[in-house]
């Protein structure tokens, strides 16, 4: 197996150009293609069945000739229910063959699908073994080829693996380059065991990583131009990285649900009703809310009732590890940004935002008064603005809390942006609409810590520093 070290491809070496997919039309929805699917497994075995299904000619190819014999008798290699149907039916319509020669493969059909399997190593790495012999045998197909192949992956891998282990091996063994002499893409599968044609023919997310290859991406438009979900293109790595975020979060709500559980066992409580009320609020619960990446939470509910869940867990000797993790990675966002500033190796600090959240003067456990106090105890110059925690607008307990338990915030404070970013040579943005109202821009010395991603289109760079971008 190659190792996975960093070695740019010609992929990499171009600037990827946006391409919208309203402008890419599919030339004709009815068109079918000769499509190969590498690898006889879970999803192999379901590709192939559906695409001959709809009417594509398909070859399955694997190293394996039980499952090539088993898969042209009309038979299902795996159980899976309606699959084996599909397969016979693909299989005596003519449209449905496999083979162990992955040359022929290559030169009979417009495009192949990797679906090989990277099973987990002993020390939690992957097995990108198979993927790696796929490619080196496609790639020396395509020498032989005169005509454009496209090669999507399916397998599982982590951000970066095409680009600095899949595709070097296929220009390499076709003496091809990326996006010109073979099409590249990644397509992430997300099909659950029990249920794959379903979840096939009803995708709840259509993901393609293509980037400089429309005869590519036209091709993956073609062959799920029925599909009801609307297909969303990026980056190779990111399409790698969408795959391992469904799986964790998946993961994360099954073990959140089961420690839930034992809680609510624990105390007397029906769990599946609680979760059952939890998951019908589909404006906070099950939504984008709270789902982008960014500073640390605060305020006077989430971390003190997350507090009194694991305090109800020790007094019933319950376990509460994922609930202890959540306090420890909200820890790990304001050491993240703390280390950002200080990385900087500038010691004028102006911090933009002071409240729990925006359009409040709420300071309760506010992550920003947070990383303020840790940045006044290491000994930084610090600046504040924020326009509802201004002394002269504060009254009440407002008041008498930041004056009484916080003087030296307090004092810290600024009546408006221009003179936080005069004294400033560090700027920390903690609320996005305080910075945005600021009129003039920013002048070149500054330096940028941008904890709430003020413009998704940029990225850390020079003297921008996004804490997760």
Known sequence: MESLVYRQSSLARHTPKHIDVQEIIPADSAAKLRIGIFGIGYVGSVSAACLARDGHKVVAIDVNENKVDVLNRGLSPIVEPRLGESILSGVRAGRLKATTDAVEAVLSTDISFVCVGTPSQENGSLDTSFACRVAQQIGESLRESSHFHSVVVRSTMLPGTMEQLIIPILERSSGRQ?????????????????????????????????????????????????????????????????????????????????????????????????????????????????????????????????????????????????????????????????????????????????????????????????ITERLIGRGYEIAIYDSNVRLSRLTGGNKDYLTDRLPHIACLLRETISDLVEFADVLVVGNRAEFQRYPHPLVDNKILIDLVRINPKVRTGANYHGICW
């Open 178 to 370: 990326a996006g010109r002499g073979f099409g590249i893409a990644y397509f992430p599968e997300f099909l659950r065991e029990g249920m794959a044609i379903a979840d096939y023919d009803d995708p709840g997310a259509i993901v393609f990583g293509v980037e400089n290859d429309e005869r590519t991406l036209r091709r993956l438009l073609d062959i799920h131009s029925k599909c009801s979900a609307a297909p969303q293109v990026m980056s190779v790595r990111a399409a790698e990285a969408v795959k391992y975020a469904n799986n964790a979060w998946h993961a994360t709500k099954i073990s959140f649900a089961n420690e839930l559980g034992l809680l609510c066992k624990a105390m007397g409580v029906d769990s599946h009703e609680i979760m059952k009320t939890l998951v019908s609020d589909t404006k906070l619960n099950i939504s984008p809310a709270y789902l982008k990446p960014g500073f640390a939470f605060g305020g006077s509910c989430l971390p003190k009732d997350v507090s009194a869940l694991r305090y109800a867990g020790r007094l019933a000797d319950v376990e509460t590890p994922l609930l202890d993790a959540v306090l420890q990675a909200n820890e790990n966002q304001l050491r993240s940004a703390f280390r950002l500033i200080a990385a900087t190796g500038k010691r004028r600090i102006g911090v933009v935002g002071l409240s729990f959240k925006p359009d409040t003067d709420d300071l309760r456990y506010s992550p920003l008064l947070e």
